[in-house]
């Protein structure tokens, strides 16, 4: 079964705007990792978050991390038409081989 | 430069015919891992591998095999393909880590896939 959900699946926005997308998950975790995809190509890694941490930047990027409410969000900041694609996130239990892929959010970001 | 190969890249084959989608990463990476993507369900681990001739099944494995002789490759069978194994599959490698390891900030490695059709 899947271990993050995110929400929402699909999302259109024009450039400029931030874009916010957000995980849900159920069991306990070591980390949880933010993921790019470009339709049809390999997921490239984003940024990762301890589960002793709470935000996290890089660049035009912002996760968070409640491990109260088991939920992550990633911000994307004045985004760019460049910036359209597919957004997993995947969480990490016990050892780096459990590592479970959300659905993705589809983003498109109007030029 | 760093990267993980798959091959090929596309493939349409018919039920029944054995396919091999191949693996390859420069990285020396001890992990390597296959996944599955379909619409609406994300992705799905097969295999994974932990070290040359350590395999361990993910969530989906039913009609695949693994193997790992040599650190580099890890390739992915199916013995007999079925039309419900069409789909987009990648490869996936990470450096070893140890358990606890607080300095563990590195994502994982994905090939570019393969798009795989079974008629």
């Known amino acids: 079964s899947q271990q993050g959900e995110e929400d929402p699946q699909a999302l259109s926005i024009q450039e400029g705007e931030n874009a916010t997308m957000n995980c849900s998950y159920k069991?306990?975790?070591?980390?949880l990792q933010w993921y790019r995809q470009n339709s049809g190509r390999g997921l490239v890694h984003l940024i990762l978050?301890?589960?002793?941490?709470r935000e996290k930047h890089s660049g035009r990027l912002r996760v968070t991390l409640d491990t109260s409410k088991k939920s992550s969000s990633l911000l994307i900041t004045a985004s760019r038409a460049a910036d359209t694609a597919s957004y997993f996130c995947?969480?990490?239990?016990?050892?780096?081989?459990?590592?479970?892929f959300g659905i993705g959010t589809k983003l498109q970001v109007i030029p | 430069e760093a990267q993980v190969t798959q091959n090929p890249r596309y493939l349409i084959t018919v039920t029944g015919k054995k396919l091999t989608v191949t693996c390859s990463q420069n990285?020396?990476?001890?992990?390597m891992s296959w996944y599955r993507q379909d619409p609406g369900l994300g992705l799905r681990q097969i295999y994974y591998?932990?070290?040359?001739?350590?395999?361990d099944k993910g969530d989906v494995p039913e009609g695949y095999k693994v193997s790992r002789k040599e650190k580099r490759n890890f390739p992915l069978i199916l013995e007999s393909p079925s039309p419900n194994q069409t789909s987009l599959y990648f490869c996936?490698?990470?450096?070893?880590?140890?358990?606890?390891?607080?300095?563990?900030?590195?994502?994982?490695?994905f090939g570019s896939g393969t798009r795989l059709t079974v008629v």
């Open positions: 591998s932990m070290n040359v001739e350590v395999t």
């Open positions: 990285m020396n990476h001890e992990y």
């Open positions: 995947a969480t990490v239990r016990g050892g780096y081989q459990k590592v479970t």
């Open positions: 069991t306990s975790i070591n980390n």
């Open positions: 978050i301890r589960s002793n941490e």
């Open positions: 996936a490698t990470h450096r070893y880590i140890a358990w606890g390891d607080a300095e563990w900030d590195y994502g994982y490695t």
